[in-house]
């Protein structure tokens, strides 16, 4: 089945780090993916991992990835509150010649000053 | 450059009536990718455009469709609309159907069927 799961809330302190967590299920994902959506706007791809890799790091940006336990995570270092914001995991599916993305629900980040 | 526009931002529907949903993409981009998200069922997958071509579709009844014009934009029509259907609907553009290729995302249509 394809299913992407994250829990839906996390709250941290400015400055301190925040790890936002996704485990999905199709292991023939090759690609998968973070975005950022704030208040009142579209989704904004923050970063993305091909499945051969473990890290992928980028800025105040780490992404780790489990591929044996579909485990995907999202670490962002001196989180600011401007970070505030639902961060949303994807994978995405070879579908009939092209590619389908699954999200999973979100997670809302509240950082507090 | 502006980004992906997506109009109207806001409607309100009753049940049974149809609507229509219009996305511009950023000019250059030929992919076009409808989400309809919902508080329950998170963000999903509605349809892929490009080339005029449906090119991926997810798990929708045919109430839902959609087409791509040759300037690349894009509509998606919701018929027999029903109190579930209210949701933000995302557009997303980009410049191939590649997986690495971003995505750029509309501020949503937010529709609301009473």
């Known amino acids: 089945g394809e299913d992407v799961e994250q829990s839906l809330f996390l709250s941290v302190r400015e400055g301190d780090s925040s790890v936002i967590n996704c485990t999905y299920t199709?292991?023939?994902?090759?690609?998968l993916y973070w975005y950022k959506q704030e208040p009142g706007a579209g989704l904004q791809l923050l970063t993305y991992?091909?499945?051969?890799?473990d890290m992928k790091q980028d800025q105040r940006l780490t992404v780790l990835l489990n591929k044996k336990d579909k485990h995907l995570s999202l670490r962002i270092a001196d989180t600011q509150t401007g970070d505030s914001a639902i961060y949303f995991c994807?994978?995405?599916?070879?579908?009939?010649?092209?590619?389908?993305?699954?999200f999973g629900t979100g997670t809302r980040l509240k950082v507090l000053a | 450059k502006a980004g992906v526009t997506q109009t109207p931002r806001y409607l309100i529907k009753t049940r049974g009536q149809q609507v229509t949903l219009s996305c511009s993409p950023i000019?250059?981009?030929?992919?076009v990718s409808w989400y309809q998200q919902t508080p329950g069922q998170g963000l999903q997958f509605l349809f892929e455009?490009?080339?005029?071509?449906?090119?991926n579709k997810g798990n929708f009844p045919g109430r839902f469709s959609g087409r791509q014009f040759s300037n690349s934009r894009s509509e998606m029509n919701v018929s027999t609309l029903e109190l579930g259907d209210s949701a933000l609907y995302l557009c997303?553009?980009?410049?191939?159907?590649?997986?690495?290729?971003?995505?750029?995302f509309g501020q949503g249509t937010r529709l609301t069927v009473v």
């Open positions: 994807a994978e995405s599916l070879a579908a009939s010649g092209t590619y389908k993305y699954i």
């Open positions: 000019s250059g981009h030929r992919s």
């Open positions: 997303a553009s980009s410049l191939e159907p590649d997986r690495t290729t971003e995505a750029f």
């Open positions: 991992i091909f499945s051969n890799m």
């Open positions: 455009y490009f080339s005029e071509t449906q090119r």
């Open positions: 199709d292991s023939s994902s090759t690609y």
